[in-house]
């Protein structure tokens, strides 16, 4: 199997609205991310779901940083939690989150979240406890390890999106033996998960275990912190607008990548960072469409 480039063709179009939708039509997503130090993952996450169409995000934040990560963005709802003494999500916390996940049309599971004390385990917890499709990034994918049953007994579509050191760990291999065949254990690991599987890098490389999907946007100054946290909220806001996840993970990806050339193409690639992808988000969905519309896609 070859990285061959894809043809834009293959790429979906857009959600479609009617003139009379509302922001629960537009989809409800929890993300569950951020700990002391690494607010941002969680920040970036939530605004680039806002940013990809999500009609309601809500939040969830150890207590003791709700009141800084509510001036971060307006527009997201915060849900302040049971923390530990390090200030991440505590297994106290269990039992709320699952009951907001019960009310949510995705869930964002892991990014900034760390494994260690309480965390790592409530995380392991939580993956088959939460109904809606989830995607699990960050630190989620590190709880996980190599145990492929974590994510093979949810009832319910997951995305995972590693990069490939996290594939590595995933698949019990090194890192240069993943990018080495990129699409080869892309392919392999989502059928033996059932989970689409995003492996990041240039190249995004998407499989259901059936289709293999290779992103053709993007560019080398997107490997910067943050640029994940943005790939998984934009995802998740086209899974909770009723995208079939592997369409969304089609979609997300472009248009991620296309907000970074976008970003890149005004800034230069040097100085990008995880937010100028978010804030590019509304211009690549309209280019998308455009392109689209005019028989270019």
């Known amino acids: 199997m070859t990285d061959e480039p894809t043809n834009l063709s293959e790429i979906p179009p857009l959600p479609s609205r009617d003139g009379i939708s509302h922001k629960g039509d537009a989809g409800r997503v929890l993300v569950i991310a951020g700990s002391l130090g690494m607010t941002g993952a969680g920040g ?3 605004r680039a779901c806002l940013r990809a169409g999500a009609g309601v ?13 509510e001036s971060l963005t307006l527009e997201v709802i915060t849900l302040p939690i049971p923390e530990t003494s390090s200030g991440a999500p505590a297994m106290e916390s269990r039992e709320i989150l699952v009951e907001a996940a019960r009310e949510a049309n ?5 990014p900034g979240l760390p494994v260690a004390g309480d965390t790592g385990e409530l995380m392991r917890l939580l993956i088959p406890e939460i109904y809606p499709p989830l995607i699990l990034d960050g630190g989620a994918l590190t709880a996980i390890g190599a145990d492929l049953m974590a994510i093979r007994k949810r009832q319910s579509p997951t995305i995972i999106t590693p990069h490939p050191g996290e594939m590595a760990r ?17 392919l392999k ?9 995003v492996l990041k890098g240039i190249g995004t ?6 289709r293999v999907f290779v992103n053709p946007s993007g560019n080398p ?4 912190a943050g640029s994940g946290d943005v790939l998984a909220g934009v995802i998740a806001a086209l899974v909770g607008q009723k995208m079939p996840p592997f369409e969304a993970a089609q979609l997300g990806v472009y248009l991620h990548g296309l907000a970074g050339d976008l970003a890149a193409a005004e800034l230069g690639q040097y100085g990008l960072m995880a937010s100028d992808l978010v804030n590019k988000l509304p211009a690549a969905f309209l280019a998308h469409a455009e392109r689209r519309e005019g028989g270019q896609a």
């Open 170 to 186: 995933l698949v019990g291999k090194t890192s240069a033996a993943v990018q080495d065949k990129r699409l080869d254990f892309a």
């Open 106 to 110: 995705c869930v964002i599971l892991g």
């Open 205 to 210: 490389v998407v499989s259901d275990g059936g």
């Open 221 to 224: 100054g997107m490997s910067t």
């Open 44 to 46: 970036l996450a939530s």
């Open 189 to 197: 690991y989502a059928k033996l998960s059932g989970a689409v599987v």
């Open 57 to 69: 995000v809500l939040w969830a934040i150890p207590k003791s940083l709700n009141a800084s990560c």
